[in-house]
């Protein structure tokens, strides 16, 4: 199946850095999202983005489908940013109904310290 | 209520116990799906239902039972469960195009913790 590889595992940042995600993933995708769990354990929509780039407020994300990566920038974060981001693909052509489901990785823990 | 909710939000089951697990959403899609998400693992895809038809059960062991009576819910039967069953379980809900294929956004619920003893 298909990889799906985050970077890096673990952040540490002051209040007010700017960040950088990685995700890379192993095939061509038809779908690609960007998730915040928070300390409760909610998954949180931030981004659909399976090509182009899109921003959110602080938050933007960059997908290059054709080689094979996303990026999200988290600028000016904040406390309330902590928490782990996960990157989540889902891959398959039309007629290959088993295929379409979402792989994630593992994740990147973000801490943001006051 | 808006999004997808579950119930119960906490659960201490013992072994020979038998229980269920509520998702519900009210967003209009007609996929369905339930995650585990294990300590220091990443989140496994359990079951999928598109059009409340099962198409997905990702090698699930028998003690979990899925049941989608309609495009808006769906539930995770459980029985004898297992301590290595202690996980968070997670619902989501996005929109499919006909025929079960590309989907889109997924949404997820709150979760249920699960602790079994």
């Known amino acids: 199946g298909i990889q799906v590889e985050q970077s890096p595992p673990d952040l540490i940042l002051q209040e007010g850095a700017n960040s950088t995600l990685r995700c890379n993933f192993s095939d061509s995708v038809n779908n690609l999202q960007w998730f915040h769990q928070n300390p409760w354990g909610q998954l949180i929509n931030l981004f659909y983005i399976p090509s182009g780039t899109k921003q959110n407020g602080r938050l933007s994300a960059t997908t290059v489908a054709t080689e094979r990566y996303s990026l999200l920038y988290i600028s000016s974060s904040q406390t309330t940013d902590s928490g782990v981001y996960f990157c989540?693909?889902?891959?398959?052509?039309w007629g290959r109904g088993s295929n379409y489901k979402l792989t994630f990785g593992k994740g990147t823990l973000l801490t943001v310290n006051p | 209520e808006t999004g997808v909710t579950q119930t119960p939000r906490h659960l201490v089951m013992g072994m020979t116990n038998k229980k269920s697990l509520k998702c519900e959403q009210h967003l209009g899609h007609n996929a369905m799906y339930w995650y585990k998400q294990s300590a220091k693992k990443p989140l496994e895809l359990m079951f999928v239902?598109?059009?409340?038809?099962?198409?997905e059960n990702n090698s699930v062991p028998s003690r979990f039972s899925p049941e989608c009576p309609n495009s808006s819910h769906l539930f995770l039967h459980l029985h004898t469960l297992q301590p290595e069953d202690s996980a968070l379980y997670l619902c989501?809900?996005?929109?499919?195009?006909?025929?079960?294929?590309?989907?889109?956004?997924?949404?997820f619920g709150p979760g249920t913790r699960l602790t079994v003893t």
């Open positions: 989540a693909v889902e891959q398959g052509g």
């Open positions: 239902y598109n059009f409340k038809e099962q198409t």
């Open positions: 989501a809900s996005s929109l499919r195009t006909s025929g079960g294929g590309s989907s889109y956004e997924q949404y």
